[in-house]
């Protein structure tokens, strides 16, 4: 029981590791785009069908986005399949922060997913050694995504803890399908009575930027974890340990059997961010 636990542990390090690994830094100038009106119902359910021909690929960042826009709503796409990506997004969450270029009042930061520790450590240990072993990481990830109940709204410096089903009449969805993972948020615009309006109409420009926090919440996770898991690698070794979760690139080097709390070769210094200016347009 005692060894099956300590392999739990070591995968559950090695996926979150992933997430600190250096990625790439997708900040730079801001982008210039004009959103497009839906030729039908848009459906948020994390799945790229209502987003053909409409998404703008940046292959050199491994990432997609696209946006578009009703009188009501806008609705934005971002798909990536870089691992890394991925699994920093699904430790730290994605935001998205819409900035109004005339009522920064109205400016907020959406976050989601909310993975807690406590469900990394329970999907872990409901999988087990052996099923993890088995699985895909994305397996892995799509399960955390299916528990999602909620998100965070941060805005003048309050976060709120919104459901998933609301009558905010925001939606937000994530899936993770063949090894891209897809996310789809459709939020209010200033024309409506709800309490997180975009604060921008149509044939206005809105500012969004999206990004994944910085690596110290996935390595602050790490450290806790390292806290139950100390010198799991292996009593007295000076070799050096790789812990590869199936589907994952690399492993997490431990030095003299300690896992070292995502410290040492693991680079974490670049951020992911895309800022855009975008045009809403009309019909």
């Known amino acids: 029981m005692k060894n099956r636990t300590t392999n739990i542990r070591l995968l559950l390090l090695a996926v979150i590791a992933i997430a600190g690994m250096s990625i790439f830094s997708a900040c730079g100038s801001t982008q210039e ?12 359910d994390g799945k790229i069908n209502d987003w053909a021909g409409s998404l703008v690929a940046y292959p050199d960042d491994n990432y997609s986005i696209g946006f578009k826009n009703d009188n009501n709503n806008v609705y934005v796409c971002f798909t990536t399949s870089s691992r890394q990506l991925i699994g920093r997004i699904i430790a730290s969450g994605l935001n998205v922060s819409f900035e109004s270029a005339t009522d920064a009042s109205k400016n907020y930061t959406l976050k989601f997913p909310l993975v807690s520790q406590r469900s990394l450590l329970e999907i872990m240990t409901a999988f087990g050694a052996e099923g993890l072993a088995k699985e895909s990481i994305g397996t892995l990830y799509q399960d955390l995504l299916n528990r999602q109940i909620q998100f965070s709204i941060i805005q003048k410096e309050v976060e709120n803890t919104v459901p998933i089903k609301n009558t905010e009449g925001i939606e937000v969805k994530m899936n993770i399908d063949k090894d891209l993972l897809i996310y789809e948020l459709k939020v209010p615009l200033a024309n409506t009575k709800y309490s997180f309006p975009v604060g921008a109409l149509p044939g206005e420009i809105v500012k969004v930027i999206i990004n994944s926090d ?48 995502f410290g040492g070769n693991i680079q974490h210094k670049d951020k992911f961010e895309i800022e855009v200016k975008l045009k809403l347009t009309t019909k």
């Open 214 to 261: 910085e690596t110290a919440s996935a390595m602050k996770l790490g450290q806790d974890l390292e806290g139950q898991t100390a010198n799991v690698g292996g009593k007295g070794s000076n070799s050096n340990r790789g812990v590869t979760g199936k589907g994952s690139r690399g492993g997490v080097g431990a030095n003299g059997g300690d896992i070292g709390g």
């Open 33 to 44: 785009l004009v959103s497009t009106w839906p030729s039908q119902n848009i459906t948020i």
